[in-house]
């Protein structure tokens, strides 16, 4: 009889959820591409524990995201920077569910590499090659003759990265000057193959499966101490050094990633939200590793938001 | 009455009916976008709209001319590179191609015309791009120190390589509505011309050129509509950048079906942003249809 009672206690400890209310529906998302290989994945292990449960989720981008939550059009919108007040006001409530960064890119062959590696490009200079469209020649970048014009490339199409690239130097993706490329990949493959040229991507985006950056490309450093000089934490060569220098707050471009709802989450969508923010949830997105895990303060915080 | 009358009068009306339904469809397009495009013609003035290259919406402002004018440069663009060539093919198939070779190459054409637009759009990336970028900008914007070769961009993205891709999309319209129209030129004005003692060259240029030329300038007018419509294979290569304006074949152009499907459905939050937008798919359906009225217009008074 003991031996019983210990069984299934140990039943219990084992899977809590088998004895909880088995959960049935559908939630469906869509939206950002950064966010989309994580969403699948926590999909695919809310599905394991709930079978009953389906899960459809598209991408097309966080400007699909945002319109389709708020048209109603599905529970969750996936949204890869911050709300604007007036998607707020059309009852939207967005939930802090993970993180990424932007990262300016070059070609490996770039004349003016050894330089920025050495000095990296500050605020002001990213604004006049971006914004005011004042620097036209990699010697004005770097300070050396080297007699070459900039290939300045940007996103053609309403997404979260030009948004968040933008927003680094405080303004929005209609201001961003340059040739516009179409999608992440798009945009990686130009600034990767012309050796003149700069652009920017998702961090899901320049680091390979191992980590490394994408072969053929580099990341320039930001300087965001403006002291004049890339230091050792402001160039990543791999995924590792980048992510420790954004979970210690020393790299400026990043975002924070959103789910729309409209509305608090309820029943299934917060049971699906809650699973996302859990340690079980957090495991996945590092597994992944398109994005980043926030930290386990904050997703107190987030699940404390959802009562 | 009988049952059989009555079954073939059901027949009749029902067919009427479906094919009013499809017919109204375009009609019912036209009133959605137009109702839908209201709201900012009644904020802006349509001079401001149309004539306006600032387009920040965050600022409310909704300048389209940038994009018409995009629009306006690949499509030239891809006209005057492929009108001569079509020209050209149609004739020789039509006139002189031995059967065995019109056989093999009209369904090459016609492959030509089923190809998906996305499979051009990234073979114009990997391809015109780099040809554009490499050889054309640097040998014609070199020598040609003038309109419309002056420019800074550098990147092969360009109104030009849209231009190139665009031209190989319409090859197959023009060519088979060409290669269609000759055929229709009776074979007996063909021999009294050559029995004239014209030669072959003297009867195509001064009997059949001269018989269809308003049906080429309908093959032209068909393919432009289809250039203007086209999408995501021009978005791919064309650099569509929102700065610039276009002044020179090497510049950056962005075409207005490529901004429509890069912004539409983005920032629904600020206001009049949509409205915008669908003015704008608005005018490119207006264009649509005035291209596609003119050609066909055209094309049914020469089969007569």
Redesign the interface.
Known sequence: MKKFFILISLIGLISPISFAKELQGTITLSGAWAIYPTAVAWAEAFKKLNPKVQIDISAG?A??G??DA??GLVDIGMVSRDP????I??GISPVYILHDAVYPVISDKNPALPDLLKKGINKKTWFDIYIS?II?KWDDIIGRKIGK?V?V??R???CGAASSWAAYIDK?Q?????????GDP?LL??ARR?PI?IGYSNFSYVFTREGKVVKGAKLVPVDSNENGIADADEIYNDRESAVKAIRAGRYPATRKNYFFTKGKPKGLVKEFISFALSDEGTKIVDEVGTSLSISKADRGKVLKGLE | MTIRKFKDLLAKKIMGLLAGLALSLVFLIILGLFSRSKSILAVNSLKDLLFSTSWHPTQGKFGLLNFILGTVWVTTIAVIISVPLSILTGIYLAEYAPRRVREFIKPLIDLLAGISPVIYGVWGGVVIVPLVRDYLMPFLSGKLRFFPFISDNYTGYSALAGGIVLAVMVFPIIISIIDEIIKTVPLEMREASLSLGATKWETVKYVVLKRVRPGIIAAIILGLSRAVGETIAVLMVAGCSLQEFPKSIFDTAYPLPAFIANTYGEMMSIPLYDSAVLLAAFILLLMTILFNMLGWGILLRVKE
């Open positions: 981008g400007g699909k945002a319109a708020i048209a604007d007040p007036a998607e006001k059309k469209g036209t014009s290939h490339y940007t053609s199409d309403a929005k209609e201001d961003l000057k340059g040739v516009g490329i179409y798009g493959e130009a012309d040229g």
